[in-house]
């Protein structure tokens, strides 16, 4: 474990606590709560005191269901004998759950750089090694690069499109060029989807789980904590190929049994809502992501933004010799304002700072967004 590194998003919370009226620019969340449909499914899981036993270490079967249903429907995917699903404790616990189930200690996992720590943390307390390839300049794939890095220890790629920390929707042909060296090479496909309704500017998601034949070497990973204001309640949901279904069951009964089952009673409501709740809500985060792309066009001799239409965040490449870390500090501590340093995220050349805007109350966000900007002006 000394060589895990250590979580950022409490780092920054302790140095925003010693400051306080600092605004968070800082943690992946959305600014709303879940839909009504959810609350409401408190009530069915109280009237039946057999609901707080335990249930079923793959899901209860509604919530199976509607997880089937929403996959068929909106990610091209069908759950049958091939491919099926498990709810988990949050799409980090798919994660973990995939590679424990996929590898042995000392086997590789590739990475994009930059990545999403959660599972670069994952990979290393699994005992594996994380083999990093660079992202280009505009932070999409680079599927020759990938093939280059694959070795006999290799045993799944991993993609995250809508990106986090960049932002950028993988192209869809890339993603399949990645899918079909998986297949080439007899490697697992690892893509998290946990933003796939977070895209802007006409830009389309794409689920590889969705090409044909894909279903014995693709495993989808999703989430609730964004798109329905779930975090803290915990649910995703991983789709995987049917012959890992018994090591997934192993490591998530001795892992956790099973999700808390009046969270998933929750999710039964808020996939009922469907992805129209989240979508009604886009709006106000897209208004608040063209605020701050126009005032970082005020200092783009500062920082470099490469385009992002996807999740909430983007990736600052900024021109300075300062560490990404340092910069941090100086911002919450001089100017009230909290970003993310991109060393968390694997970028040791250069300082980079991930923003994330969708957490804040629009007039909130765009304060933080001119402390950001003046902040970068004064120190830099």
Known sequence: MDIVQSPIIPAVAAMIQEHPGTISLGQGVVYYGPPPEAIEQITTFLANPEHHKYQAVEGIASLLEQIASKLKTENGMAIDQQRQVVVTAGSNMGFLNAVLAITNPGDEIILQTPYYFNHEMAVTIAGCHPILVATNEQYQLRPEAIAQAITARTRAIVTIS?????????????LRQVNDLCRDHGLYHINDEAYEYFT?????????????????HTLSLYSLSKAYGFASWRIGY???????????????DTNVICPAVISQYAAVGALQAGAGYCRAKLGAIAAVRQQLL??????????TVPPSHGAFYVLLNVHTAIDALSLVERLIREHGVAAIPGTTFGLEDGCHLRVAYGALQPETAIAGIERLVQGLKTIL
């Open 238 to 252: 991983m789709v995987i190929p049917a012959h890992l279904m018994a090591a997934v069951m192993k490591i998530q």
């Open 294 to 303: 126009h005032a970082l066009t005020g200092i783009s001799d500062r920082c």
């Open 162 to 174: 809508p990106n986090n920390p960049t932002g950028v929707v993988y192209t869809e042909a890339a």
């Open 200 to 216: 802007y500017d006409g830009t389309q998601h794409f689920s590889p789980g969705s090409i044909a034949d894909s279903s014995g």
